[in-house]
DNA sequence: ACCTGAACACCGTTCAAGT
DNA sequence: ACCTGAACACCGTTCAAGT
């Protein structure tokens, strides 16, 4: 069969994330992603250092396709809808890629230059320093952190077992213990996730906005703060 | 070395939690957890089902031990903070068992309970239904992707490399290209956890309010802010 | 410079057998 | 009802050897 012999990273990169969309994270091994391109497990090691690398590399590949620089926006908060939305679609496409983006996105530097954006539209509400610090970390906390509960939360929708299942354990639950609950998992089964996504992002922008009144001085505020 | 043969459930726990904590996640093994307990791999499933159910059961011992029902509060933004606090305090006393808890919790009855008490709070706020579903997830969303940000996120502290290391690797960065980046970097460099995320959960309180205004139906109510 | 087979030290889990 | 050893089908990675 005309395999092409050659490997190489971008080879090994593409692969890697089909077998973690076909198989999920437990299709990904050396030795199985060897035989799909049609080679020895130990080749692999000549273009990748280990597992870990190959991890990164599909993380790469998962954020790589996130595009949010279409055009530019003049309001900040625009630019940061249309950054957390664009790599929430990217991660969303690749559920079974989301621990990995999770546990190895550091490494990757195209999340170093998503990053980098996000901020500096945060910047651009006039945050610096740890203001800044804080707004990045809620804002990137809550979009890893949605679309991660989207897939193994309580009301998961995305994971192996189908949505009617999760939702059906939820209104097996005892309604008088749970009430609350099964209210929102009757919600979530008639609710599409970008949507939610956007509106819980609307929520955390209008905080940002409203933290804007109180900021300058750094001792007393009108928010309910910590201590 | 009077070892106690008798294996049971809680047993297991404990000692799965145990080498979590001590070894991080590759350290949880059945036979490692055998031998820990100085049995035979196989009778652990007598106890346990498999790997899966063991995994549920270290998310158990975790969350198990965050308490947010000290006092009950008037303010519903008061018990909101009370509930995710005690929950992320719980969290991040174990970071190994991060992804766990991000995977499997779902099933853990320890977390239903605290998912219906901040329910509860929230819809004091006046929610219901699909706004109810969207306060949840931002909120457990924005918890859940702080605690794992810090563990593994571009600014991480808490991963298996120390502090220093990984703001040294964001100094390393080139200047130009991530300014914002080593600017945050720098600031978290200094800043403690505890206070990042209760900053952080202020300004998702905050939207939560200013949502509050904007709500279609009958439930448009101005509170007083908090204080 | 790239590839590879054999081997090592691990996994989770099935099965049949013990008490 | 609880425990267990042997065995099966996997892992990632080291090493020595090939081209």
Known sequence: MGRPAKLSRERLQTAALAL???HGLAGLSMRALASELGSAPMTI???????AELEVLVVEAVIGEADWSRE??????????????ALWRAVRAHPHAIPLILTRRSRSTALLEASEALLDALARSGRSGRELLIAFRTVTGFVMGIAQ???????????????DVVIGRFRALPRFRYPRLIEIADAAA???????LRAGLALVIAGLDAGLDATPSP?????????
């Not at 509960?149 to 949505?163: T, W």
């Not at 001792?219 to 201590?227: I, N």
Request: overall charge negative; charged content about 25%.
């Open 45 to 51: 090691y000549n273009h990748v250092a280990g597992r």
């Open 190 to 196: 008639t609710s599409d996730a970008e949507g939610e």
């Open 72 to 85: 530019p926006h003049d309001d900040w908060r625009d630019a940061v809808v249309a950054i957390t939305v």
């Open 149 to 163: 509960a989207e897939l193994a939360g309580p009301l998961s929708v995305a994971a192996d077992e189908p949505a």
């Open 219 to 227: 001792s007393r505020r009108r928010l309910p703060v910590a201590q």
């Open 20 to 22: 973690v969309d076909a």
